[in-house]
């Protein structure tokens, strides 16, 4: 194994831990939420309101953060330190003044996209979707300088705080869910969920600093990697957009369907997201700047050799969890979910959908990390027509399974076309750089569904052998849950190292060396 590759895995180690934290509190901020407001008008106007306030940024910020971290790298390798930051700063200014404008075109357009967005609205609802959208619309700001600033960071390889950025955004909503969630209710969450914006851009500010970036008030339009970048960028966008509109059809669908299905929802694609914002971004998020590298080297051996160590780390996380999800699913939801307003339809709900998202959770993995090797060569236009035809596999199931599933059809619909077209990249990357390892993909991929499968039965017997010998009481169900977990793993890493995963040895003496 190489010196990179070494590091890439102890850093996405560090960068794991880190998130592992930040979304413990991402999921107590869930709970706190549901436990609070349940699952019904209010979350459904909220969660719809939110979308509509971050949809724009997470399809501009996402294409952006991505485009920046190969030209920064670039800029560093050709030019320097110093034209690397004049370069920052130059970004910073424009994406300034672009999301001024977006609020404010924003602030005028609320009353037709919660209508695009959640058709059934009317009323009441429709009117406190608008107020809440109009009061969220700074988090465009915010959210456009944090993925500035962590883009900056990790060309630099500063992994940590764009990692710890997570914490005070969640620590915010904690602590107002906590002391004021009662007083101001749901217009309040949205306040702090401009605050937790703020935090999460400002927790990196000092680190950027320390690498010598000083704010000025300079523009440089004609720049030509702030052309070049335009140019990346644009497909990003589109491609980004096109994927949004899946959330936007999956709400708008919803919307028509019973009470609480858009925050059911919402609920099971944050716990299904959990696995790929903790495991899949940290490797994703290390290998992508020295995949950059290499390919800027035009070392292809290297870059092909980072690439297969992510793919593979990323299958023997994600093959069990799947397994485990769709086993767990419902008492996941009970244990964690189920109390206040939030009851057992709620739960019933939430957890079927929670299942077939889980199902996609391979796919949308992979698909992460095939569209940094692209971005990586600078090929941002085949990830674009990639994400067209999954929006359009998207739509067509989605509007064939709703009638039959209700709710769990737009999730199974998701995941369906996540994993269709992650096939087609494998396909399209394969012409593009030559012989990629399909085969060692493909027996890393049988080894841990085989390990995952015997997981998975011994979780089961675990569970619900226990459960139904012993007293029903939350705190025993969730000492249960643990000891199942517990157990699944311990058979999934011993049956990995028997079938001679390489993978999970290699992960394993990362993280030794780390703790000592």
Known sequence: MSSNTKRAA?????????????????????????????????????????TATVIVM????????????????????????????????????????????????????????????????????????????????????????SYVFSGFLESSERFGPPAISGIPFNLIYILYLLILGNKYGIVGLMVASVVAAAGQWLIQVPAARRLGFSHAMEFDLKDKYLQKALVLIAPVVIGSAVQQINVIIDRTLASSLREGSISALNYASRVNDMIISVFVMAITTVIFPMLSKAFNKEDMKKGKELMSEGINMILIITVPATIGIVILAPPVIKIFFQRGAF?????????????????????????LMLNKVFYSIQDT??????????????????????????????????????????????????KRLGKIGLKKYLI?????????????????????????????????????????IIVGMTIYFILCCTLKVEEMRTLMKRLARMRK
Not at 16 to 40: D, H, N, P, Q
Not at 449 to 462: D, E, Q
């Open 381 to 430: 236009t085949t990830p674009m027509k990639n994400g067209i035809i999954a929006v359009g596999i998207n739509i067509g199931l989605n509007y064939i399974l709703v009638r039959y599933m209700a709710h769990s059809g737009l999730a199974l619909a998701t995941s369906i076309s996540a994993t269709i077209t992650t096939l087609f990249l494998f396909l399209d990357l394969r």
């Open 10 to 50: 102890e850093f996405a180690a560090m960068i794991a831990g880190i998130t592992l934290f930040s979304k413990f509190l991402g999921f107590v901020r869930e709970i706190l939420i549901a436990s609070k407001f349940g699952s019904g008008v209010e979350t459904d106007t909220y969660f719809v309101a939110m």
């Open 343 to 367: 009851d057992e339809t709620a739960t019933l709900m939430t957890s079927q959908a929670l299942i077939f998202y889980s199902l996609g959770l391979v796919g949308s993995s992979l698909r």
């Open 58 to 145: 997470t399809t501009i910020g996402a294409a952006l953060k991505t485009t920046l971290i190969p030209i920064f790298s670039e800029i560093e390798e050709i030019k320097g330190k110093e034209h690397k930051l004049k370069y920052m700063n130059n970004i910073f200014n424009v994406i300034f003044v672009i999301t001024i404008i977006l609020v404010v075109l924003g602030y005028f357009l609320s009353p037709v996209v919660v209508k695009i967005l959640a058709k059934g609205f009317s009323g009441k609802q429709y009117e406190a979707a608008i107020k809440l959208n109009r009061i969220g619309l700074p988090i465009i700001i915010f959210m456009g300088f």
């Open 444 to 484: 890393c991929f049988f080894k841990t569904l085989l390990a995952s499968a015997i997981m998975g039965l011994g979780v089961y017997a675990v569970y619900f052998g226990l459960t139904s010998l012993l007293p029903s009481k939350s705190i025993i169900e969730l000492l249960i849950l643990i000891l199942s």
